[in-house]
């Protein structure tokens, strides 16, 4: 079955750098685009960025450009996203979630992960 | 990339039909057939409910379909039951290749 589960998450002070891990199984990663939304406490769902299978297409939210970087290891199956000069608005649950179909990216996502919280905080 | 527009909450007595709109522009919702709904328990993750406008994945209930005019999209919920109270998101792909959620609305069974 397809399962996403990222790693990562923590408490990290503003101004520094974190990276989330989702590992994939159950499916042909390599098939697919895969998509980083992430859900502030007590908030909405925000898309921050997208890649394509093969990673060479990377979109970002204009909240995430230039910050942040998204990035996929198609041999290990895992999925990445970079978060550098945090600010306290990025407190956040990060989901990663797989595109529907293998392919052309549609932005509707089939799968989540469970989320990991980063929490920016000195 | 502003945030679509949906009601904050909704309610419902169980049996009855609800549906939560989703307003965008010209720039999203009016111009493509991805829209989809995304139901969410508290501390869960979102589950695909309706993609493509008013298509559902395989083991949604029919009791929930989707449908699209002009800027606004909408989720309906028929035969409403208790499982359904949940908070609810609409998302759109917005040109570009970037998307766009809705502010997400509240679900209350009665």
């Known amino acids: 079955q397809v399962q996403l589960v990222e790693s990562g998450g923590g408490v990290v002070q503003p101004g520094r750098s974190l990276r989330l891990s989702c590992a994939a199984s159950?499916?042909?990663?390599?098939?697919?685009?895969m998509h980083w939304v992430r859900q502030a406490p007590g908030k909405g769902l925000e898309w921050a960025a997208v890649?394509?299978?093969?990673?060479?297409?990377?979109f970002y939210a204009d909240s995430m450009k230039g910050r942040f970087t998204i990035s996929r290891d198609n041999s290990k199956n895992t999925l990445y996203v970079q978060m550098n000069s945090v600010r306290g608005e990025d407190t956040a649950v990060y989901y990663c979630?797989?595109?529907?179909?293998?392919?052309?990216?549609?932005?509707?996502?089939?799968?989540w992960g469970q989320g990991a919280l980063v929490t920016v905080s000195s | 990339q502003s945030a679509l527009t949906q009601p904050a909450s909704v309610s419902g007595s169980p049996g009855q039909s609800i549906t939560i709109s989703c307003t965008g522009t010209?720039?999203?919702?009016?111009?493509?057939?991805?829209v989809s709904w995304y139901q969410q328990y508290p501390g869960k993750a979102p589950k695909l409910m309706i993609y493509d406008v008013s298509d559902r994945p395989s083991g949604v209930s029919t009791r929930f379909s989707g449908s699209k005019s002009g800027n606004t999209a909408s989720l309906t919920i028929s035969g409403l039951q208790g499982e359904d109270e949940a908070d609810y998101y609409c998302c759109s792909y917005a040109g570009s290749s970037t998307w766009v959620f809705g502010g997400g609305t509240k679900l209350t069974v009665l």
């Open positions: 979630a797989r595109d529907r179909l293998p392919g052309p990216i549609s932005g509707e996502c089939d799968y």
């Open positions: 010209s720039s999203d919702v009016g111009s493509y057939k991805l």
């Open positions: 890649i394509s299978s093969d990673g060479s297409n990377k």
């Open positions: 159950g499916f042909t990663f390599s098939s697919y685009a």
